[in-house]
């Protein structure tokens, strides 16, 4: 299987995923938490609530995001560095969740970490496989 074909099943996983995680956080927050098995420490309050919201707008607007780069992978390649970065972010945040909220456990931050290095070492590799593609991509359009 090419890197190209990898990319896009990844993209089509990864909007669904923003998608549906997005569309639960900002319009049912306690039901998608319940979906995964999360609730919150202190029970949902209002400051929860708007956070959930506003993450789950975000997680919307990733989606729309990975979908411009799902018509043309090669052509938008670049975009995977907001996907590197939003794992980098995933990891900070969960840090900052577990040491500064205490709404992670350990074995739970753990998952999260070892899951967002996974994906971004498979994008970095998917990023090596197609920047020649993109570098060559590029140069037609510019002759």
Request: no cysteine; net charge positive.
């Amino acid at each position: 299987m090419s890197a190209l074909t990898v990319l896009r099943i990844g993209l089509v996983v990864w909007i669904a995923w923003h998608a549906i995680f997005g569309l639960f956080s900002t319009f049912a927050p306690q039901t998608g938490a319940d979906i995964v098995g999360w609730n919150p420490a202190g029970g949902w309050n209002s400051e929860l609530l708007a956070m959930s919201k506003q993450y789950g707008m975000v997680m919307l607007l990733l989606a729309g995001v990975f979908l411009v780069m799902l018509i043309d992978p090669v052509r938008y390649i670049a975009l995977i560095w907001i996907a590197i970065a939003e794992q980098v972010l995933g990891i900070a945040y969960g840090t900052y969740i577990f040491s500064m909220i205490g709404q992670l456990s350990v074995p739970q931050l753990i998952a999260q970490t070892a899951t967002n290095l996974a994906l971004i070492s498979g994008m970095l590799v998917l990023w090596n496989r197609l920047k020649p593609s993109a570098l060559a991509a590029q140069r037609i359009l510019n002759t």
